[in-house]
């Protein structure tokens, strides 16, 4: 089960809303097993006190963990993993920290744009297969009561849940989902 962290303080903020780091978590999301900084150093390509440092700054959010020790060649290799985590940044807060919640939110919203850009373009280029399910981007106005809103956002969350873990058959999918009630023009 995972647990949601909930960011409040501009520490725990500037901790979060580092590149870096927001590199390191998707890449410990995307591989899904235990790795030492070194591992990870050479996907991110920054060195290996670099992973560790930023690695230290994520445990303390709670958002990463050591899984164990393992003796390589006869030194203590620490391996970490992303802890099964949902980040509420508090949005709904009236807070000082408005303006740098959307600088994360920006990033992390333009990083899957980014991504699934390069995934169609990629896609495009390769024999196209019929029974292959692909990425897609979907957007319109749908009408829900309050109610309806709140089950949908639950029932998201919950399908988000059930599928944090890597399972047989399946891969990994970069996601973002934004829904707000519009407003419409007075007549």
């Given amino acids: ?17 580092n590149v870096q780091r927001q590199k390191l978590l998707k890449t410990m999301d995307m591989e899904k097993i235990p790795m030492t900084p070194k591992q990870l150093s050479v996907i991110l390509e920054i060195s290996p006190s670099s992973v560790t440092y930023h690695l230290k700054k994520l445990e303390e959010l709670g958002l990463v963990e050591l899984d164990h020790t393992e003796s390589i060649h006869g030194i203590q290799a620490k391996f970490y993993r992303r802890v099964p985590a949902v980040v509420n940044l508090k949005g709904d807060l009236q807070d000082d920290l408005h303006a740098e ?26 024999e196209k297969n019929p029974q292959e399910v692909t990425g897609d981007c979907l957007n319109g106005v749908i009408y829900m009561t309050d109610e309806e809103a709140k089950k949908v956002k639950e029932q998201i969350l919950a399908f988000q849940e059930a599928h ?13 989902l934004i829904a707000y009630p519009g407003k419409r023009t007075e007549k």
Avoid: C, H, V
């Fill in 1 to 17: 089960m995972s647990r949601e962290i909930s960011i409040t303080t501009r520490k725990q903020l500037e901790i979060f809303m």
């Fill in 101 to 126: 919640k959307e600088l994360i939110l920006d990033y992390l919203i333009n990083d899957i744009w980014t991504g699934f850009k390069k995934y169609i373009t990629d896609l495009y280029k390769k």
């Fill in 164 to 176: 944090m873990e890597p399972k047989e058959g399946a891969k990994p999918w970069d996601m973002a």
